[in-house]
């Protein structure tokens, strides 16, 4: 497995926190969800769009922030299920970050929503290094790295239903929540860069005798 440098995703002070949130325009009982993928079709955002629409009705303060490297011509297909479902108050749109670490401090809930690639979901190891409980699709190595049921839960690929319902757990379950941040404080230490570089070293020694 890959690893990342957990030093460079330490919390930002907390105006930094809210200037974001001001930012985005953020009612003071929002809870963040975040996607933070390119837009792509492969990352599955309309299926997260779907299951904006179902958590919503129940709990109205959620908003999905769409955090992304680069898009393409899938965006304006996305903004159209959006606008088709009255969903426009519960999105953002962040674009590009080159210190994702703010955005990952205010989310109360990770999601990846991809239906293919996640070959080394590097997301999905940010999200659990800012303790953020993770809703991910079984696809590639989203399941490993999350583990469904601690420091996350995971659903099919393309199934908003089961999207939405997992989405709705976490916030509905104060302790769950609770639970699963402090199993991705422990489990993201498996995903450091120094924890690969000296695993990687470890297999170089006995083959140099």
Do not use: C
């Not at 955005?103 to 809930?109: F, H, P, S």
């Amino acid at each position: 497995p890959g690893g990342i440098r957990l030093d460079r995703l330490q919390e930002p002070p907390a105006e930094k926190l809210r200037a974001l949130r001001r930012e985005l325009k953020l009612p003071d009982n929002a809870k963040v969800v975040t996607l933070l993928a390119r837009v792509d079709r492969v990352k599955g955002h309309l299926f997260a769009v779907e299951a904006l629409a179902r958590v919503t009705k129940k709990h109205p303060e959620v908003v999905l922030v769409f955090a992304y490297p680069r898009e393409s011509t899938y965006r304006q297909e996305v903004e159209q299920a959006i606008a088709a479902r009255n969903l426009q108050p519960h999105v953002r749109w962040l674009g590009k970050q080159e210190d994702v670490a703010p955005i990952l401090y205010i989310t109360d809930v990770g999601l990846i929503a991809s239906i293919g690639s996640e070959g080394w979901s590097r997301v999905a190891v940010e999200f659990l290094a800012a303790r953020v409980p993770v809703v991910g699709t079984a696809v590639g190595s989203v399941p490993e790295i999350a583990e469904d049921g601690k420091a996350g839960l995971i659903v099919p690929p393309e199934d908003a239903g089961a999207m939405a319902g997992a989405m709705l757990r976490l916030l509905d379950q104060t302790v769950l929540r609770a639970a699963m941040r402090a199993a991705a404080g422990q489990k993201v230490l498996e995903y450091s860069a120094a924890r690969m570089t000296e695993t990687t070293i470890g297999l170089y020694r006995p083959l140099l005798g």
